[in-house]
Nanobody, 123 residues
Framework: VQLQASGGGLAQAGGSLRLSCAAP????????VGWFRQAPGKEREFVAS????????LYTDSVKGRFTISRDNAKNMVYLQMNSLKPEDTAVYYC?????????????????WGQGTQVTVSS
């Protein structure tokens, strides 16, 4: 499964961005999809995930109330709406997928990855 993450860019603190994850030729509704991020010099960390079929969501504490993960099955897309952005949100963001309903937070638990999209938040 080849994933494509897009929508990154430059935003000011307090601003918003929406990331998109696509899987051409695959049905994303058949996968649990997660968003991860990696800042320079840091390990890749879990941001949010949405489960297969029943769409249970999970967020890391630092983004709760600011980020929202969602699906549009008609468009075969998963989104990460990021509001109230902070400079510490600056990172490369990756979408990842696994073919079951388990909402796991470890990067190693996801089999399929996109190429990443850069998000930079200025203060």
């Amino acid at each position: 499964v080849q994933l494509q993450a897009s929508g990154g860019g430059l935003a000011q603190a307090g601003g918003s961005l929406r990331l998109s994850c696509a899987a051409p030729g695959r049905t994303l509704s058949s996968y649990t999809v997660g968003w991860f991020r990696q800042a320079p010099g840091k390990e890749r960390e879990f941001v949010a995930s949405i489960s297969w079929r029943i769409d249970i969501t999970l967020y890391t504490d630092s983004v709760k109330g600011r980020f929202t993960i969602s699906r549009d099955n008609a468009k075969n897309m998963v989104y990460l709406q990021m509001n109230s952005l902070k400079p510490e949100d600056t990172a490369v963001y990756y979408c990842a997928a696994r073919p079951d309903a388990s909402i796991l937070t470890s990067p190693g638990s996801y089999m399929y990855w996109g190429q990443g999209t850069q998000v930079t938040v200025s203060s």
